[in-house]
């Protein structure tokens, strides 16, 4: 079937809830994707900060059909060996002590905030605990992710949410500071925001509110589902600040492609959660935890945390010689291989006209062009990456 026939049939039946590119994707092969018709394009998106190996990595391949001849799913009734495997290497990357598998980033959320709900009600004897989130962050599009993603746009149409949220500035510890009260359950946040602009914490305030959360016996979530799992040069990027949360959610990377999510606590929060108060019918399921624990294993024998430090610098570099290039790159920021670009020009145009150039570029916030590549890229990749942003720039902005 040719192509636009194909992209027809299948709008007919998908739900329109994405402008999806007119580009039908068929394999990759390390840091390249291929369309059906064979075009090729240069990855700096990952599927949004998932495919962190790259693709076709024989050993990870090797590992997920070795365990589909073995066994798909049992159920959390039983035990299966790949599930402990996966969270013992969770809990030893994180400095957590407990895990509970889901099936996404959303669905982690939500059991962090049940479980943090749980911990008060366990404490106060009232189901009256009150959120405190970060204004412009994204945590997921359920119903209760949803409630404490801070941008009104994704919430605005599917109210009423889970009630007693509220929004404090990202960066501002005073505004965090005036939003606590004895009702405060946990502070919820991005280690970096993704979705809302490529923003790092500041030190002083990440480190102000694990002190808050000390003295006002609050728990501290901290959402990684896309920060997490070596992007930022680290594990996870709380590592970078000398802190560690209560609460840990991860995805994305977490399974490579596989998916998987995953909520993980210190004991004595994870022991507020008893029998019958949380569950996955899937979560946990003996093919995805062998995924998790692949991808632990990967990222040790690749050492791919100091690769992702190096491949950061480099990638800093050169998109600081671009800021200096071109007057409609206004902003840079981000950390490891976390990057993004602020434009003063229509991002979606420049990020449309590389793609049709090869290489493929995604965007976050309204305004900023996200780099995300998987974590094995090399020089040669930045360099391919940025001819092919530089000839974009020169011919959209007219210099």
Known sequence: MEKQAWMAQADRVLMH???????????????????????????????????????????????????????????????????????????????????????SGT????????????????????????????????????MGALAVTGTKKYREAFGPLIGEVRFAKFNDLESVRLLVNEKTAAIVLEAVQGEGGIYPAEPEFLKGIRKLCDEKDILLILDEVQCGMGRTGTMFAYQQYGIEPDILTSAKALGCGVPVGAFAAKEDVAAAMVPGDHGSTYGGNPFACNAVRTVFRLYEKLNLCTHVKEMGVYLWDVLEQICKEFPVVTAHRGLGLMQGLELSIPVGTVVSACMQKGCILITAGS????FVPPLVVERCHVDEMAKILRETLSEISGK
């Open 17 to 103: 809830t994405y402008n999806r590119y007119p580009v039908v994707l068929d394999h990759g092969e390390g840091m390249y994707l291929y369309e059906t018709d064979g075009t090729k394009y240069l990855d700096f998106a990952a599927g949004i900060a998932v495919f962190a190996l790259g693709y076709g990595n024989e050993e990870y391949n090797a590992s997920l059909k070795e365990q589909v001849d073995k066994l798909l799913h049992t159920s959390n009734y039983y035990y299966n060996v790949p599930a402990y495997d996966a969270a013992k290497a969770l809990c030893d990357a994180s400095g957590m002590d407990r895990v509970f598998f889901t099936n």
């Open 367 to 370: 305004n900023v062009i996200r």
């Open 107 to 142: 669905e982690a959320m939500e059991g962090a905030l049940k479980l943090a709900r749980k911990y008060y009600y366990n404490r106060h004897g009232e189901a009256d605990s009150e959120i405190i989130a970060m204004e412009h962050s994204f945590h997921g599009r359920s």
